[in-house]
């Protein structure tokens, strides 16, 4: 029989409250009635909506228990606290204090959650392991991610995101990392901070939690890596390890040959050769693979396991995946669903990528490009400049989502055609009346630029299984 997460006591203990009914022990722990299964402690969070207006309809779901501040808002089972987010940051610790899990934190201004699902799968294969779903990074998704790591868990990997400066340093000092990884400083949330070099301060934060004589990783490629180094070297790190393809790093990707489909190489690690594949689209997944492998070899994982687990990683929804897909037109089409996110580097990652695949006879490259948000008075500029890539790529039809997009439209060169459109319904009607047979099709841009709804939309209607290798 499977202990449970917590007992009614333990997280009464941890959390600081009052309990109602004592006789309760939870398998999870839920903030969302949504996704709430039978068993789990719901926690009432105060955010774009009172939790506690949803506590009644957890336990009819099946909670074991609600986490409130306001006990009346329902009948049941209740551990009543003084505020919920702050209770949900102690269950989080509890949870880390009792577990012996060397505990990884990943952070980044791309690549940062492909890189942490890499280290969870390398986890899992090593043993018992805990990882934040999805991209729960932010203010409660690092300490529901900590609060729900069970006690046995040998090895976890955290995820961390932020918007300015002083919230990764929040994060790590809750998490408490073993190894803290950086996995590249790229123009993001430029609005907010104003200069690259304070993004790479922000991200440089997740050093100041580290554990002593933990582990910083850094990206040794990286025009702001000697920044980071000073501030691991300001930290409690007792070893700096650096990866990519700089002569001198520890994990270093000596040669790497990228193809539609992903590609192969060699890499350097700690002076021992080793072979690598990956299934993964686009060279900058060597980088992203070399960076996996430094942050669990920190972790104590051997390397031959952690890159035996990376050659059968495939992207994920939103990242990468392949769809052959056939429009409500008939026409099929080739659909690389990269919509999750976007910024001008992983922008510039995707255009690399999609040049590795090569249309049949009579059929194009197309991008579906979102515009990129937060990137402050230098946007114009930023999005102008993605022309170069699309025509390194060899792109021929560009659908520009969103007013952001119209510099990008206005720099295509002649001879690559290129439409605007206001919002993503726009963008999905133009989409499905110029698509032909045989495009391959990139489709990527910010969350808020709505073009994943593009993708949601295409997919709905394939006729052919998704293909994501």
Request: proline share 5%; net charge negative; charged share 20%.
């Given at each position: 029989?499977?202990a449970?997460?917590?007992?009614?006591?333990?997280?009464?203990?941890?959390?600081?409250?009052?309990?109602?009914?004592g006789?309760?022990?939870?398998?999870?722990?839920?903030?969302?009635?949504?996704?709430?299964?039978?068993?789990?402690?719901?926690?009432a969070?105060?955010?774009?909506?009172?939790?506690?207006?949803?506590?009644?309809?957890?336990?009819?779901?099946?909670?074991?228990?609600v986490?409130?501040?306001?006990?009346?808002?329902?009948?049941?089972?209740?551990?009543v606290?003084?505020d919920?987010?702050?209770?949900?940051?102690?269950?989080?610790q509890?949870?880390r204090l009792?577990?012996?899990?060397?505990?990884?934190?990943?952070?980044?201004?791309?690549?940062?959650?492909?890189?942490?699902e890499?280290?969870?799968?390398?986890?899992?294969?090593?043993?018992p392991?805990?990882w934040?779903v999805?991209?729960?990074?932010?203010?409660?998704?690092v300490?529901?991610?900590?609060?729900?790591?069970?006690?046995?868990?040998?090895?976890a990997v955290?995820?961390?995101?932020?918007?300015?400066?002083?919230?990764?340093a929040?994060?790590?000092?809750?998490?408490r990392?073993?190894?803290?990884?950086?996995?590249?400083?790229?123009?993001?949330?430029?609005?907010?901070?104003?200069?690259?070099?304070?993004?790479?301060?922000?991200?440089?934060e997740i050093?100041?939690?580290?554990?002593?004589?933990?582990?910083?990783v850094i990206?040794?490629?990286?025009?702001y890596?000697?920044?980071?180094?000073?501030?691991?070297?300001r930290?409690?790190?007792?070893?700096?390890?650096d990866?990519g393809?700089?002569?001198?790093?520890?994990?270093?990707?000596?040669?790497?040959?990228?193809?539609?489909?992903?590609?192969a190489g060699?890499?350097?690690?700690?002076?021992?050769?080793?072979?690598?594949?990956?299934?993964?689209?686009?060279?900058?997944?060597?980088?992203?693979a070399?960076?996996?492998?430094?942050?669990?070899?920190?972790?104590?994982v051997?390397p031959?396991?952690?890159?035996?687990?990376?050659?059968?990683?495939?992207?994920?929804?939103?990242?990468?995946?392949?769809?052959?897909?056939?429009?409500?037109s008939?026409?099929a089409?080739t659909?690389?669903?990269?919509?999750?996110?976007?910024?001008?580097?992983?922008?510039?990652?995707?255009?690399?990528?999609?040049a590795?695949?090569?249309?049949?006879?009579?059929?194009?490259r197309?991008?579906?490009?979102?515009?990129?948000?937060?990137?402050?008075?230098?946007a114009?500029?930023?999005?102008?400049?993605?022309?170069?890539?699309?025509?390194?790529?060899?792109?021929?039809?560009?659908i520009?989502?969103?007013?952001?997009?119209?510099?990008l439209?206005?720099?295509?060169?002649a001879?690559?055609?290129?439409?605007?459109?206001?919002d993503w319904?726009?963008?999905?009607?133009?989409?499905?009346?110029?698509a032909r047979?045989?495009?391959?099709?990139?489709?990527?841009?910010?969350?808020?630029?709505?073009?994943?709804?593009?993708?949601?939309?295409?997919k709905?209607?394939?006729?052919?299984?998704?293909?994501?290798?």
């Amino acid at each position: 029989m499977t202990a449970p997460l917590w007992t009614a006591a333990d997280a009464a203990l941890a959390a600081g409250g009052r309990l109602t009914d004592g006789g309760w022990s939870a398998t999870g722990v839920s903030i969302d009635t949504r996704t709430l299964q039978p068993g789990d402690l719901f926690v009432a969070l105060k955010d774009a909506r009172d939790g506690h207006d949803f506590a009644r309809a957890a336990l009819d779901k099946g909670a074991a228990a609600v986490l409130v501040s306001d006990p009346a808002c329902c009948e049941g089972p209740r551990l009543v606290v003084d505020d919920t987010l702050d209770a949900l940051r102690a269950l989080g610790q509890g949870a880390r204090l009792r577990s012996p899990a060397i505990r990884i934190g990943v952070t980044g201004s791309v690549g940062k959650t492909s890189v942490k699902e890499a280290l969870a799968a390398i986890l899992r294969a090593n043993g018992p392991a805990h990882w934040s779903v999805a991209s729960y990074n932010n203010h409660w998704g690092v300490p529901l991610t900590l609060a729900r790591m069970p006690a046995d868990t040998r090895g976890a990997v955290f995820e961390m995101g932020m918007n300015h400066a002083g919230e990764i340093a929040a994060l790590t000092a809750q998490v408490r990392p073993h190894v803290a990884l950086i996995t590249r400083i790229a123009p993001a949330h430029l609005e907010n901070l104003g200069s690259m070099e304070a993004i790479a301060e922000a991200k440089a934060e997740i050093f100041t939690g580290l554990e002593v004589d933990g582990v910083a990783v850094i990206p040794a490629d990286d025009d702001y890596a000697p920044r980071l180094r000073d501030a691991a070297m300001r930290s409690r790190a007792g070893f700096l390890f650096d990866f990519g393809f700089a002569r001198a790093a520890a994990v270093r990707v000596l040669r790497y040959a990228p193809d539609g489909e992903g590609g192969a190489g060699e890499m350097d690690v700690m002076g021992r050769l080793r072979h690598f594949r990956l299934a993964l689209p686009g060279a900058h997944q060597a980088v992203n693979a070399a960076g996996a492998v430094a942050a669990s070899l920190a972790a104590g994982v051997d390397p031959e396991l952690a890159l035996e687990t990376l050659a059968g990683l495939t992207p994920g929804a939103g990242r990468g995946a392949r769809f052959d897909v056939t429009l409500s037109s008939g026409r099929a089409v080739t659909l690389i669903d990269d919509s999750y996110n976007a910024n001008p580097a992983s922008m510039r990652a995707a255009l690399s990528a999609l040049a590795q695949r090569t249309p049949d006879a009579g059929a194009r490259r197309v991008a579906v490009l979102g515009e990129m948000l937060e990137l402050g008075p230098d946007a114009p500029a930023l999005h102008a400049a993605l022309a170069a890539p699309l025509a390194e790529a060899g792109v021929e039809l560009v659908i520009g989502v969103g007013a952001g997009m119209s510099a990008l439209i206005k720099a295509l060169p002649a001879g690559m055609e290129g439409v605007s459109a206001k919002d993503w319904n726009s963008g999905l009607e133009q989409f499905q009346a110029l698509a032909r047979q045989g495009d391959i099709v990139l489709i990527k841009g910010s969350n808020a630029s709505g073009v994943h709804k593009i993708a949601a939309a295409v997919k709905s209607v394939r006729a052919a299984a998704p293909n994501e290798a």
